[in-house]
């Protein structure tokens, strides 16, 4: 059974950086790791992912150049990194996992609370 936990959210002023962990039980090296955000009102996003195996990353336009996605396979944990932040990163961070080759996140956390204040 997979299990995701999330840690790290927090208050950050704007300009300030933040670290976001997933420990991961139960996933493989056939795994890709997403991250997700949802805003208040908003419907949830995709923010960035790595595959397990080989360490590919992906990010949506909107984080590019300011996050940085990554994984330590000996703690089955993967990190995002947030630098730069802006009010428009204030969201619920969600870690997510999804077989690689197929479409759909079926394993999701539980959710970490980020606030960036301007």
């Known amino acids: 059974q997979i299990q995701l936990v999330e840690s790290g959210g927090g208050l950050v002023q704007a300009g300030g950086s933040l670290r976001l962990s997933c420990a991961a039980s139960?996933?493989?090296?056939?795994?890709?790791l997403g991250w997700f955000r949802q805003a208040p009102g908003k419907e949830r996003e995709f923010v960035a992912a790595?595959?397990?195996?080989?360490?590919?990353?992906a990010y949506a336009d909107s984080v590019k150049g300011r996050f940085t996605v990554s994984r330590d396979a000996r703690t089955n944990t993967a990190y995002l990194q947030m630098n730069n932040m802006t009010p428009e990163d204030t969201a619920v961070y969600y870690c997510?996992?999804?077989?690689?080759?197929?479409?759909?996140?079926?394993?999701w956390g539980r959710g970490t609370q980020v606030t960036v204040s301007s």
């Open positions: 997510a996992a999804k077989w690689r080759g197929t479409t759909d996140y079926v394993h």
């Open positions: 139960g996933t493989s090296t056939n795994y890709v």
């Open positions: 790595i595959y397990w195996s080989a360490s590919s990353t």
